[in-house]
């Protein structure tokens, strides 16, 4: 179908249209996420998509579409500077739209999910395609896309305390592993914040769990090279900026977890130690 069609339906406000079966829409749809338009991948293929899930369109058939995405994330995966990326990193969005709807309805097995739940995590962990916005193609965020897909697992009723715990340490051995050469510049670290306080407000983790997963990542972020021959700060920025973020989000969010006051003394802490030379008490 010409994207003109397209173009009518999202005149209509993206109305089903009964002229083609849902099938052959969907299967042109989910080819069109991993276009290198953005008006066609995210203009067009993802706003539909999200509206039909949100309208209950797909609710007899969202295992399979789930399914249909989940498999998108290994499209190329292991490949960086493609436009596999976009198929991946737009699948992701696809398959958080069908965890919300599952929370919002209670639609599918918890088998399930947890099983979308292990295959976004191997996804996530695997990307080595890091760009954020491509010149002349749009926006491939990755990470970021990523990061919402582990919001919406996190808010799953079939989830409890240690599947949130095991969410986390995905987010943070993402920021741990991501080369130190290709800076997560886009707003990924918010993004990755923000998926880490919908874990973290469902109220299922204590500071037993919270303590070491932040002082994990405060290590890498103290962790400066010895030697003169390479810059400390490209193994050190990323967890810092990341435990920053964390900051941010925990005093400035509404709706705070349980943990804020305990988890927010920790967060400091860590920073406090990433940044010793700055906040040393003045001497006389």
Avoid at 95 to 123: F, K, M, N, Q, S
Avoid at 134 to 163: F, M, R, T
Avoid at 239 to 260: I, N
Wanted: glycine share 10%.
């Amino acid at each position: 179908m010409s994207l003109g069609y397209w173009n009518q339906v999202q005149a209509t406000g993206f109305e089903v249209p009964s002229d083609r079966p849902l099938d052959d829409l969907t299967a042109e749809l989910t080819t069109m996420l991993g276009s290198t338009r953005a008006e066609v991948r995210d203009g067009t293929a993802y706003p539909a998509l999200a509206t039909w899930i949100d309208n209950g369109v797909y609710d007899d058939l969202l295992a399979g579409l789930g399914d249909g995405m989940v498999a998108g994330l290994a499209v190329g995966l292991g490949e960086s500077g493609t436009d596999t990326v976009f198929r991946r990193s737009f699948s992701a969005l696809i398959v958080a739209e069908c965890l919300e709807r599952d929370t919002a309805h209670r639609l599918l097995p918890a088998a399930r999910i947890l099983d979308w739940g292990d295959r976004i995590a191997v996804w996530f962990l695997a990307e080595r395609d890091t760009r954020g916005f491509v010149p002349g193609k749009g926006w491939a965020h990755a990470v970021a896309h990523g990061a919402d897909a582990i919001g919406a697992l996190a808010e799953s009723p079939h989830l409890g305390g240690p599947e949130h715990e095991v969410l986390l340490d995905v987010l943070a051995e993402r920021v741990l592993r991501q080369p130190a050469d290709e800076p997560l510049a886009s707003g990924e670290l918010d993004r990755m914040a923000h998926a880490a306080m919908r874990v973290l407000r469902r109220d299922t983790l204590g500071s037993d769990a919270l303590e070491p997963w932040v002082h994990r990542i405060a290590a890498a972020g103290n962790a400066f090279g010895k030697g003169g021959d390479s810059d400390p700060f490209l193994t050190t920025a990323m967890p810092q900026a990341y435990l920053r973020a964390l900051f941010v989000h925990l005093s400035l969010a509404p709706d705070p977890p349980e943990v804020r006051s305990d988890l927010l003394l920790t967060v400091i802490e860590a920073l406090r130690l990433t940044n010793v030379h700055y906040l040393q008490a003045p001497t006389h």
